[in-house]
C-alpha cells in the first residue's frame, strides 16, 4: 500500500509539473506573438514611412522638371515671340488634322 500512495503523490507532482509546463508555453507562446505582433507593427509603419517619402520625393522632382520647363516655354516665347507664335500655330493645325473626324 505503500508504494501504491507513493505512485499516487508522483502523479500528482507530475500533474502539477505538466500544469506548470503548460501554463509557461502558454504565457511564453502569449509574449512571442505580443512580440511579434509589435515587430510586423513597427515594420510596417517603416515601410509607410519609406513609401511616404519616396512619393514625397517623386512628386517634388516631377514638380521641379515641370517648372523647370514651364519657364524654358516662357523664355522661349519672350525671346522668340514670333517663332514661337508659328509653332504653336503649327502643333494646333497638326492636332486639328489628327483629331478631325470628316
Known amino acids: 500500500m505503500k508504494e501504491v500512495d507513493k505512485l499516487k503523490k508522483d502523479l500528482d507532482s507530475l500533474r502539477?509539473?505538466?500544469?506548470?509546463v503548460t501554463s509557461s508555453v502558454r504565457d511564453?507562446?502569449?509574449?512571442?506573438a505580443s512580440g511579434a505582433k509589435e515587430k510586423v507593427w513597427k515594420t510596417a509603419s517603416d515601410i509607410?514611412?519609406?513609401a511616404t517619402k519616396y512619393a514625397?520625393?517623386?512628386?517634388d522632382n516631377v514638380r521641379?522638371?515641370?517648372?523647370?520647363?514651364?519657364?524654358m516655354g516662357r523664355e522661349q516665347i519672350q525671346n522668340r515671340p514670333?517663332?514661337?507664335?508659328?509653332?504653336i500655330f503649327a502643333a494646333g493645325f497638326l492636332l486639328g488634322k489628327l483629331f478631325d473626324r470628316r
Open 28 to 32: 511564453l507562446t502569449v509574449s512571442r
Open 56 to 59: 514625397t520625393d517623386a512628386y
Open 64 to 71: 521641379d522638371s515641370g517648372e523647370k520647363y514651364l519657364n
Open 48 to 50: 509607410e514611412d519609406r
Open 82 to 87: 514670333i517663332t514661337s507664335a508659328a509653332w
Open 16 to 20: 502539477k509539473d505538466m500544469k506548470d
